[in-house]
């Protein structure tokens, strides 16, 4: 590593330590940083770090020079989405009529000349490219024949050794024959699915929610029941246990457990323990989506259901939102008593499972530099959300609400009532520009005035002049 790119890390680093101040309310609006000499001293950096974090600060509209005076802050945190989004809890479970709004936008962020702010993707230059081209071509000399032959559940053993070892860290306690290979984590939820109901059945699913699971719902000719999602909270545990009590054919639940799509709220260990225990005694299996678990902004990774219950728990996941997408690499983890018919269904569905693929990602989180990517990224995300919220206060118009979340790559924002985010949907496409409308992520019609923006791209001058263009046809659609 060279001096300057040296430099050049260290200044990022340094302005990501004071953005992080600022978001959480350290320094408020108005209160003075301390000075260039000050932060040289306090942090044991040269003066051309300081100078370069404050200037990065300036250009994020955080902070502001004053002349003979000193730096101060200027970023005020926007108002923060904090009531659960869904009120009406219903009592009889229905089936879902996903739009097709949702293949429209799909196909709409996958074209190169639209700003996709819709489909959930990470800039690909925040992905290890580099490590993953070196961990493939390892893979190839060391197995020539890596492809030879058919790779049947439950996968490949190098790769699920891996994975074992990553989910020890969480206190997930998996024997290496139940960890199940899969193309992806919607695989894995498919397969679930597949396990524990029936066309007919009924299963439980936190309102908003990914429109693929609620997709995957509709094709399996499955219905359900709406339990709301606090934003910051996640799961309201008293409203459950009435939903529960009230509907005695439940097959199953579906959860994203930590920073959930669209809203990114997590549920605390504590909650986690509750609710875990409210389902096995009622006898329901619980289906947990962990796939953006690794992408927190906090120190500490969050734990999962399945860190608290093995045997009334099927644990999914992949490395798509964090290595690459496209090598379509995940995994679950079985309780002994489904796993014979989560393989026979993966047989009938794909034979096995790619490999190669597996044993590439294997040699990466072997390593420590997993954790180390994810750490670095998670702080880019972290970025990225401050930058968006602050737009969205600057741009958009005054009576918007926006989530806070604490990992991911999603901001679930509120519009003033009258907006419909189908029309505004369909304005911004004519200007290139791709946002995700608040009807693709409920079987109900109470998400009309909201969006959900995707925060994962890199953070240019353009992402900011599309921000408002979003919000000046808000705020047309409300005059």
Not at 188 to 202: E, R, W
Not at 238 to 256: G, M, P, Q, R, V
Not at 419 to 439: A, F, Q
């Amino acid at each position: 590593m060279t001096d300057k790119t040296k430099q050049n890390l260290a200044y990022m680093k340094l302005a990501s330590k004071f953005r992080d101040l600022i978001h959480r309310g350290d320094f408020l609006p108005g209160d003075k940083l301390p000075s260039i000499r000050e932060v040289m001293k306090d942090e044991t950096v040269s003066l051309a770090t300081a100078t370069h974090a404050y200037s990065l600060l300036e250009d994020d509209a955080l902070i502001e020079a004053r002349a003979q005076s000193g730096f101060y802050v200027t970023y005020e945190i926007p108002q923060t989405l904090d009531k659960s989004c869904h009120y009406t809890v219903t009592k009889n479970a229905k089936k879902i009529e996903i739009p097709d709004l949702v293949y429209r936008m799909i196909s709409a962020a996958s074209d190169k000349k639209m700003h996709n702010f819709g489909a959930a993707t990470i800039d690909p230059e925040f992905l290890p490219n580099t490590m993953l081209n070196k961990a493939l071509k390892q893979v190839i000399k060391e197995n020539p024949t890596h492809s030879a032959l058919y790779n049947f559940a439950p996968g490949n053993s190098f790769y699920r050794k891996a994975v074992q070892k990553k989910l020890s860290s969480l206190k997930i306690k998996a024997p290496l024959e139940n960890i199940i290979a899969t193309s992806g984590a919607m695989e894995a939820i498919v397969l679930s699915l597949k396990v524990l109901t029936k066309p007919g059945d009924t299963i439980l699913i936190e309102t908003p929610s990914y429109y693929g699971t609620l997709l995957a719902i509709q094709n399996l000719d499955l219905k359900i029941l709406e339990v709301p999602t606090h934003p910051i909270h996640g799961i309201d545990l008293e409203i459950l246990e009435k939903i529960i009590s009230t509907n005695t054919n439940i097959k199953a639940a579906l959860f994203i457990s930590n920073f959930n799509n669209p809203m990114g709220s997590y549920i605390c260990d504590k909650n986690k323990i509750n609710i875990a225990k409210t389902f096995r005694e009622n006898n329901i299996a619980i289906i947990e989506d962990d796939i953006y678990g690794d992408l927190t902004f906090n120190d500490k990774r969050p734990l999962t259901f399945k860190s608290f219950d093995d045997d009334n728990v099927i644990y999914c996941s992949s490395v798509s939102k964090t290595l690459s997408p496209g090598l379509r690499v995940g995994f679950m983890v079985v309780p002994t008593k489904f796993k014979e018919e989560v393989e026979r269904h993966q047989f009938i569905s794909n034979i096995g499972t790619n490999a190669l693929n597996q044993m590439v990602v294997g040699h990466l989180l072997q390593k420590k530099f997993y954790d180390n990517h994810c750490k670095k990224l998670s702080q880019i995300l972290k970025d990225n959300i401050i930058r968006f919220q602050k737009c969205i206060q600057l741009y958009f118009p005054e009576q918007t609400q926006v989530t806070n979340p604490e990992g991911g790559f999603f901001l679930w924002v509120k519009l003033p009532v009258e907006v419909d985010s189908t029309d505004l949907y369909n304005e911004l496409i004519k200007k290139n520009i791709v946002i995700s409308p608040g009807i693709m992520f409920s079987a109900s019609d109470d998400y009309r005035n909201y969006i959900r923006l995707c925060t994962g791209m890199k953070w240019t001058d353009a992402v900011e002049k599309d921000l408002r263009i979003i919000g000046e046809h808000i705020k047309a659609l409300t005059a």
